[in-house]
């Protein structure tokens, strides 16, 4: 089936470093989403990218798609204490999912002040 | 919109014992998730149900996992008996009419602990 895959496990960083993770999916995805978890949270949505090689910004986060739909990254330029969490991509499962997705499993970032 | 419902928030109940756990999805929703979220194997999908039907619920670890949608506005995800591979935080998520691509909102969690 369908698999997700998440690089690093973990990052710990300086504040004001900056962080990446990435998102490598085993098949191709209509569109990929990314999640935000904070200690203690629940995961909240942050941003769905639909086309090839699409870049979207969100203040300090970049997100992009890969060209062939099938990775993808987030960017955080110069890290906060408030970026602390579990960061997550997520594919449609594909077919008649309904919504289904399949979440990679998270890159826990800690923020070092 | 207050959003995605769930209860309780904590649930600390003995080996053996049934757990009941609720959720409330978003008017208008017509998908809803349950999700299993433990360190060593992160967020699992137990089962969903689109339009208060269960469609997948390959998920669901045992058939000591039992869940139901018997309307719109409602599901609960059953445990009976309980055992203590089970504590972990069990997560509802409900997402608007759409194939794949509509986000997924999630609730509060119920954090689990069996003893």
């Known amino acids: 089936g369908q698999q997700v895959m998440q690089i690093p496990q973990y990052q710990h960083v300086q504040e004001g470093e900056d962080f990446t993770t990435y998102c490598n999916s085993s098949?191709?995805?209509?569109?990929i989403q990314w999640y935000k978890q904070r200690p203690g949270g629940h995961p909240v949505f942050l941003i769905q990218?639909?086309?090839?090689?699409e870049v979207k910004k969100q203040k300090r986060l970049t997100f992009q798609f890969g060209e062939a739909k099938k990775n993808s990254s987030l960017h955080i330029t110069a890290t906060q204490t408030t970026d602390v969490g579990t960061y997550f991509c997520?594919?449609?499962?594909?077919?008649?999912?309904?919504?289904?997705?399949?979440f990679g499993q998270g890159t826990i970032l800690t923020v070092h002040p | 919109d207050a959003g995605v419902i769930q209860s309780p928030r904590h649930e600390v109940t003995e080996m053996g014992q049934e757990v009941t756990l609720r959720c409330k999805p978003i008017s208008g929703h017509n998908s809803l998730f349950w999700y299993r979220q433990t360190m060593m194997r992160g967020l699992e999908l137990l089962i969903y149900f689109n339009n208060n039907v269960p469609i997948d619920d390959s998920g669901m670890p045992e058939d000591r996992f039992s869940a139901k949608m018997p309307n719109a506005s409602f599901s609960t995800l059953k445990i009976q008996p309980s055992e203590p591979r089970d504590s972990a935080v069990y997560f509802c998520a409900s997402s608007p009419p759409g194939t794949g691509g509509s986000p997924l909102h999630f609730g509060n969690g119920t954090r689990l602990t069996v003893t």
């Open positions: 098949t191709t995805l209509s569109n």
């Open positions: 990218l639909v086309k090839s090689g």
């Open positions: 997520a594919g449609p499962a594909g077919g008649t999912s309904y919504g289904k997705l399949t």
